[in-house]
């Protein structure tokens, strides 16, 4: 496991560093050929170019945007251990192939030019981009469910939490987690959106704004107070999580209806923030750093994972009561 | 927090909650301060009607275990874990007193009588 975590990052170095340095040479090695500031962008409609770049930021700008995009994709990832590493593949191949391509595409289009506005626009190269950005977008994601399956392959069945009940127990386990920076927030937002309502009846302002003002904090305030707060219990009757101060919207598995479950650590910067998250863990619902309770529901392929507390004895209790329904 | 229930207890159901409730206190399933679930939480876990768990809850505010609190819900009062150790004896007491034959007057005369 460690040698392929090894081999991935080395990977993910080789290809930021390999697309940089062709980003920034191409421009340099044909400068000969080139004229002094270059075409970079086009309009929609003419054949004319409308934007242009010296020499040497045509050579750079590209090779920062790359930069920094690998640094963004690969620094939370990176510490997030091997799970979440497949999205970096399927970010940074696509975005390494598109970047070159139009790079290639500028110069072409620029070479042995007087003046850049003699440059035309490159569509041939610009449709033969896009049909290798989707091939090498395709090809990533392949590549990452065939990993992944082979990940998952490996993960022993034998290794979950279970809880021994004793004979004519009946367990129940309940858990709460509250984030009180995300509820000071949903309040702040909302006092906002309130004020925004004070001011729209009393005619302070044009409507417009103020409505847009009003709608958009009381939402992003809906949001956060949603997500706020999480509320668990594992009885016979399966797993239930509702969230939020009033128990709404909730969900409900079964016992029969969870493959497995388990607990794992995870932090806001693996999945992407707070709140209900879709990332390569599947979806988490993020209220802090730290203990989860991570089901694999029955028939799918992603996980749904929970932050809360003592959520090894949970997801310990809902493997027991999975397996005594199964067994009779 | 972990709630265990006996599945052939016999008592009534409110009695059977207070006591998997005051055995989690006691055990420090929850500690002071704490905020229990809500009622409605707890009798769709345990699977009993809302007036039930309403019941055993206002039963062991009464003990002192417990504090209702307007806007926050129920909270694990201070000190509730010797509390509740005490009050899970004394129906041990109880329980074993009856099983002897003793009612409970018996028993509040051998208190009376201890030196």
Same mark, same amino acid.
């Given at each position: 496991m460690r040698d392929t975590t090894a081999a991935r990052r080395t990977t993910a170095a080789v290809w930021t560093a390999g697309v940089t340095a062709v980003l920034a040479a191409m421009p340099l090695l044909a400068r000969d050929r080139l004229p002094d500031r270059l075409a970079t962008h086009w309009g929609l409609d003419g054949d004319t170019p409308n934007g242009s770049m010296p020499l040497w930021a045509a050579s750079l700008v590209p090779a920062l945007i790359w930069l920094v995009t690998a640094a963004a994709v690969t620094v939370p990832l990176m510490r997030a251990g091997p799970p979440a590493r497949p999205w970096t593949t399927v970010t940074l191949l696509p975005m390494g192939v598109v970047l070159t391509g139009a790079q290639a595409a500028v110069i072409r289009a620029n070479l042995d030019r007087a003046d850049w506005h003699e440059a035309r626009q490159p569509t041939t190269w610009v449709v033969a981009i896009l049909a290798a950005a989707l091939l090498a977008g395709v090809a990533a994601w392949l590549l990452v469910a065939r990993r992944r399956g082979t990940y998952d392959a490996t993960?022993?069945?034998?290794?979950t939490p279970a809880l021994d009940i004793p004979k004519g127990r009946r367990l129940v386990w309940f858990s709460r987690t509250a984030n009180p920076w995300l509820q000071l927030i949903a309040a702040a937002i909302g006092l906002v959106a309130v004020g925004a309502l004070v001011a729209l009846a009393g005619g302070v302002a044009a409507p417009g704004t103020l409505w847009a003002l009003f709608a958009g904090c009381a939402a992003g305030s809906l949001a956060c107070a949603v997500f706020s707060s999480v509320q668990a219990h594992v009885s016979e009757r399966g797993l239930e999580v509702s969230f939020g101060p009033l128990g709404w919207p909730g969900r409900r598995w079964a016992p029969?209806?969870?493959?497995t479950a388990r607990m794992e650590v995870r932090r806001p910067a693996e999945v992407g923030g707070w709140g209900y998250r879709l990332s390569g863990l599947g979806t988490t619902v993020m209220l802090r750093a730290g203990e989860c309770l991570v089901i694999r529901p029955r028939g799918r392929r992603s996980d749904f994972a929970i932050s809360i507390d003592d959520a090894e004895r949970g997801a310990a209790l809902l493997n027991t009561l999975r397996t005594d329904r199964t067994r009779g | 927090m972990l709630l265990s229930l006996d599945k *052939?207890? *016999?008592?009534p159901l409110h009695e059977q909650v207070a006591g998997a409730l005051r055995r989690a206190i006691a055990e420090g399933e929850c500690a002071p301060g704490d905020r229990l679930p809500s009622a409605r939480d707890l009798s769709e876990a345990l699977d009993v009607n809302v007036n039930t768990v309403l019941r055993a809850l206002r039963g062991l505010r009464d003990e002192g275990l417990l504090e209702f609190r307007r806007g926050r819900g129920v909270t694990v009062a201070e000190g509730a874990r010797p509390h509740s150790e005490l009050q899970i004896r004394v129906r041990e007491l109880l329980a074993e007193a009856a099983r002897l034959g003793y009612s409970r007057t018996d028993l509040i005369d051998m208190i009376r009588g201890m030196p």
């Open positions: 993960t022993p069945d034998g290794g029969g209806d969870i493959d | *052939t207890d *016999t008592r």
